[in-house]
């Protein structure tokens, strides 16, 4: 599994899948936080969005899962989706089979309350959970396009998520 963006989440994921056996590596943007990360034994690479590296997307081919844990950014969107055709040939090139975009229940908006689940249209009511929305859908055309199975899990999570 590799995990694109080693924040909170992603590090759950990493431990977690770590405890049940699977080869687990990770991006994070800051160096102190790539330090604490390996102290802890994770395999975490430095890595900016904004601007990949060959090097990191070349790792990334290894790998038959992406879990995608990077937060869409106010007026950029997802970072990652924007640089579409280095995705996509890293995943045509790779071995990858399987994809997972962490989104939000934002997507929904404001549910007064309401149970929901992924039958629920979708109404996003703030800017960060339209980029959200876009992204998913951003990610799961890249999926179909590369043939590979993809998912979306939304996260409860605050509402200016």
Sequence with gaps: MFILGMGFVGQFFAEELRNEGWIVSGTCTSMKKRNELQERGLDVLLFDANQPEMGTMNTLKSYTHLLVSVPPIMGIGDPMLQHGELLRST??????????????????????????????????????????????????????????????????????Q
Excluded at 101 to 122: I, K, N, P
Excluded at 133 to 138: D, F, M, N, T
């Design 91 to 160: 995943m045509i090139d790779g071995n990858l089979q399987w994809l997972c975009y962490l989104s939000s229940t934002s997507v929904y908006g404001d549910c007064g309350g309401a149970c929901v689940d992924e039958d629920f249209l979708a109404s996003p009511t703030n800017e960060m959970a339209k980029l959200r929305l876009v992204a998913e859908q951003g990610w799961l055309n890249l999926a179909h396009d590369v043939g590979i199975k993809a998912h979306v899990f939304r996260l409860g999570v605050p509402l200016t």
